[in-house]
């Protein structure tokens, strides 16, 4: 269970009194070498097909039919809701000679191979082959599209294992973060120079807001304050706007966080939903090679704002922040093969990381 709104805000309001943050007890010191080596960062792939992770949120799939394809551990999958309404994933390879069966998203009856049309239901099953008898004793059901090990839909979010889990991962300890009320309206993505580890890790502290965000997030927000929980590999950042203030005035049982912080969840181990005002954005952060990574990201309204609200909010906050994260890793990632360090030091501020890390190296020795 989650801290509740007005258990998060005594703590923030604790902090702002005695000029703290919540922080962990340990220094850690992650080798260089586990951002940069092409042996680790395999093993970092091959870790994601067996794990249940993030792969869209529920609203990306609204209707029956609808579908989202997208590269996944460096495989392109496709995960569709069906008839009946459940969600399935698939390797969106046709089982003839191999075409991605479908492109992007949409919403279909059935998936028609555009090489040669051989024709798939929702459920994956092959029902049409053209020229059927020019493939004499061919057996369709042996040719459905391959099935995913495991495609979960809970809390708001679809969930992709390709293969054998060696944990339920974030699966494990998922809150109900997004309900099926709440619409996507707007998905995006794009590429950056940069390791997937070190992108991640700018979303899990507040020890940097004053010096990186000096003139987006901190004239607004706190410098090194914020409220961390952990729930299994996952973990949850609070960084409060100064506006939260103002709540000291209201009675408690009016104190809500909605629009006085900025909430984000990371999933473990590569994505993190981060719930603003009036939109959220879940960011998947799919790692390309050891440089490089491209940002899956998804734009969903909140609960009980109008959707136009919602689109606003995102048009005015959309750049602020993240640019600076994103060259921050960037140039992090440029000095990966300089002699300087051997070691990243996270200290007891960066506690978000330092949980991150630690449930990556015992996952990672378990393969
Ligand atoms: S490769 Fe798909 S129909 Fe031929
Ligand atoms: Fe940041």
Redesign the pocket.
């Known amino acids: 269970m989650l801290l509740s709104d007005t258990e998060v805000i005594d703590r923030i309001f604790d902090h702002i009194d005695a000029k703290s943050t919540d922080q962990g007890s340990n220094v850690w010191r992650e080798p260089v070498d586990h951002y940069q080596s092409q042996e680790r960062f395999d093993k970092e792939i091959r870790l994601l097909r067996r794990l249940p992770v993030p792969f869209c949120p529920s609203g990306a799939l609204p209707k029956r039919g609808s579908y989202l394809t997208r590269m996944a551990a460096g495989r392109s999958i496709l995960a569709v809701r069906g008839a009946d309404g459940m969600v399935r994933a698939f390797f969106n390879v046709?089982?003839?000679?191999?075409?991605a069966?479908a492109d992007g998203e949409g919403c279909t009856k059935s998936f028609v191979?555009?090489?040669?049309?051989?024709t798939y239901s929702l459920d994956g099953t092959l029902k049409h082959i053209p020229g059927h008898e020019g493939f004499p004793g061919i057996n369709k059901e042996e040719h459905s599209l391959k099935p995913v090990v495991q495609a979960k839909e809970q809390g708001g979010i679809v969930f992709v294992a390709q293969e054998e889990p060696v944990s339920q991962g974030a699966l494990g300890h998922m809150p109900n973060l997004l309900s099926s009320e709440q619409r996507l309206f707007d998905k995006s993505e794009f590429t950056d120079p940069a390791n997937w580890k070190l992108v991640g890790e700018t979303s899990m502290e507040g020890y940097h807001i004053k010096a990186l965000h000096k003139e987006s997030f901190y004239p607004y927000g706190y410098n090194n304050l914020n409220v961390i929980e952990t729930f299994g590999p996952n973990a949850r950042v609070v960084f409060p706007f100064r506006r939260i203030e103002k709540l000291r005035a209201k009675a408690r049982h009016r104190w809500r966080l909605d629009g006085m912080v900025t909430d984000v969840y990371q999933l473990f181990p590569n994505a993190h939903l981060t719930v603003l005002s009036s939109h959220s954005l879940l960011i998947i952060l799919e790692p390309v090679s050891p440089v490089r990574t491209r940002y899956e990201i998804f734009r969903i309204g909140n609960r009980g704002v109008p959707i136009e609200d919602s689109v606003k909010d995102a048009s005015f906050v959309k750049d602020t922040g993240l640019q600076e994260d994103r060259n921050a890793a960037i140039s992090m990632t440029q000095g990966l093969n300089s002699p300087a360090n051997n070691f990243m030091t996270f200290g007891q501020y960066e506690e978000g990381a330092i949980h991150f890390h630690r449930h990556l190296d015992n996952l990672l020795n378990k393969l």
């Not at 191979?113 to 051989?118: G, M, N, R, V």
């Open positions: 046709c089982r003839h000679r191999g075409m069966v191979c555009p090489y040669h049309a051989w």
